[in-house]
């Protein structure tokens, strides 16, 4: 797994229960994911110069701990699947000083030409990181 966020939790982001607001590990997930494409050479560069975009079509979040003001978190990232325009991926969140897992986020994302609005195929350099990274 590669880590692709590193934060604080801030008194800001907690909710009326004094924990982090789902909005704000959403928000958290959507840091890491970034990161994770630019780790596959999906940077913005390529984005801007190819007219190419990432779109989530399915995200699935696990709550597995309260995240508190002042904690700070990772997340892990690993590869799941690879298809010739889908990236299936997996976040990890963890508190960084006590290794307790605190969600997960599963993501399937579809790679697309962004004049067309339509799915396209991945490069074929990038589906070899991809692979590379199962």
């Given amino acids: 797994m590669l880590e692709t966020y ?5 008194p800001a982001q907690l909710d009326h229960m004094d924990h982090m607001n789902v909005q704000y590990y959403t928000a958290k997930f959507d840091e890491a994911s970034w990161h ?6 999906l940077t913005s560069e390529y984005f801007n110069t190819e007219n190419c975009g990432m779109a989530a079509v399915l995200q699935v979040t696990n709550y597995k701990a309260e995240a508190i003001a002042g904690d700070l978190l990772t997340c892990q990232t690993e590869m799941l699947e690879v298809k ?3 990236i299936r991926f997996m976040h990890h969140m963890q508190n960084s000083e006590t290794g307790v897992l605190i969600a ?3 993501l399937t994302a579809v790679h697309l030409d962004r004049a067309a609005r339509k799915s396209c195929p991945i490069p074929g350099d990038i589906i070899k990181k991809c692979k590379e990274m199962l």
């Fill in 6 to 10: 590193r934060g604080v939790v801030r």
């Fill in 36 to 41: 994770w494409f630019s780790a596959l050479g």
């Fill in 84 to 86: 010739n325009k889908v």
């Fill in 104 to 106: 997960t986020s599963e």
